[in-house]
Each structure stands twice: as C-alpha cells, then as structure tokens.
C-alpha cells in the first residue's frame, strides 16, 4: 500500500496535514521533535563517556578482562 505513493500524493498529505493543523502547530512539532533528536544524542554521548570512565578501576589501572576463553567452554561441554 505505502508502495504505491508518489511525489504528488506526499504533496497532498503534506497539504491535508498543513491545513488539519496549521504552519504554527507544525512548527512547534518540529521544534520538539529536534529537541528530543538533540537530548538522545547527548545521552547517547553521557553513557558512552560514562562505561569509557567505569572500564579504570579506583587505583586507574585498566579493568581486567575476565571472559572464559575457548579453553574453558571446552571444559564446560565435556564436563
């Protein structure tokens, strides 16, 4: 169904939607929807700083990994 939209139907929802709401309403929509656009991005940002500041330990060495290697999984499926 969406398919079958052209150029000159999302012209006409555009006009439908223009007309329904008005310039005004439309605005203030945007606006909004680029503030929340705006708000993900820096929380996106924050958490991606914050798990790069948690991977050093309190006396700042690297965190260690300690993910089982194959050896391991190995052991666990003969067992």
């Not at 079958?4 to 999302?10: H, W």
């Not at 439309?26 to 958490?47: C, H, N, Q, W």
């Amino acid at each position: 169904m969406l398919n079958n939209i052209g150029p000159a139907g999302l012209l006409l929802i555009a006009i439908v939607v223009l007309v329904l709401f008005g310039r005004g309403k439309i605005a203030s929509l945007m606006g909004e929807v680029g503030k929340g656009i705006t708000a993900f991005k820096r929380g996106v940002k924050d958490s991606t700083e914050e798990i790069e500041n948690a991977s050093t330990t309190a006396d700042g060495s690297a965190a260690r990994d300690v993910t089982p290697g194959r050896d391991a999984a190995r052991e666990r499926d003969n067992v």
